[in-house]
């Protein structure tokens, strides 16, 4: 079956690790997000990205890195410049500009500072 | 800039009531709108949608109608069951070069058998 699938499902980190979610997808498409969710609140954009090597700030960028080397994945560093990581992270993709707008999501992963 | 704004929850109803979630958008041009539902520690999946003036999505006994002139995408269900607690979000995007969807802050919506 064609998804995104998002990896771990729980992490952990220790203060001023950095910390990378891995996110995969099969369903060819060119456009992957990464959304930061916290209790209570709405979707943030972090970061995105509409073609393999090219990828944009989102709302709240700071302390975070991505990489787009391959188009089935777009992995998300959390780094130790972020000062409060605990969130539920949320991968997504669309087909991109060519395609049809909505975006198909990832189960998430839920990051802890211990 | 681009906004989505959503009535604030909890939304507390019972099995069997009829169900409006409001949904308003400010925006330039044409986006396209979707109600997307978040079942507890799972991801985003999309309800339904409407990419023009008029459009009405549907999906599972949901609905909603793209007004363009009252610039709302509400949702709406005659009956809810108790399995549709959940978390939902609005969100518009415009595709093309921006490409990225834009979000509401989620209603919760809590069925009582």
């Known amino acids: 079956d064609g998804g995104i699938t998002q990896s771990p499902k729980y992490l952990f980190r220790k203060e001023g690790q950095n910390v990378t979610l891995s996110c995969e997808q099969n369903l060819n498409h060119d456009a992957m997000y990464w959304y930061r969710q916290d209790p209570g609140q709405g979707l943030r954009l972090i970061y995105y990205s509409q073609i393999v090597n090219d990828f944009q700030k989102g709302d709240i960028a700071e302390g975070y890195s991505v990489s787009r080397e391959k188009k089935e994945s777009f992995p998300l560093t959390v780094t130790s410049a972020q000062k409060n990581p605990t969130a539920f992270y949320l991968c997504?993709?669309?087909?991109?500009?060519?395609?049809?707008?909505?975006?198909?999501f990832g189960q998430g992963t839920r990051l802890t500072v211990v | 800039g681009n906004s989505v704004t959503q009535m604030e929850g909890p939304v507390t109803l019972s099995e069997e009531a009829f169900l409006t979630i409001n949904c308003t958008y400010t925006?330039?041009?044409?986006?396209?709108l979707f109600w997307y539902v978040q079942y507890p520690g799972e991801g985003l999946q999309l309800l339904l949608k409407?990419?023009?003036?008029?459009d009405k999505g549907s999906n599972k006994g949901f609905e909603a109608t793209y007004r363009k002139e009252t610039t709302s995408f509400h949702l709406e269900k005659g009956s809810v069951q108790v399995s549709d607690s959940a978390v939902y979000f609005c969100a518009l995007n415009y595709g093309g070069a921006t490409n990225k969807l834009i979000f509401g802050t989620g209603t919760l919506l809590a069925v009582q058998p």
């Open positions: 997504a993709s669309n087909p991109g500009i060519r395609g049809n707008t909505e975006a198909f």
């Open positions: 409407a990419t023009k003036a008029d």
């Open positions: 925006a330039t041009g044409y986006p396209s």
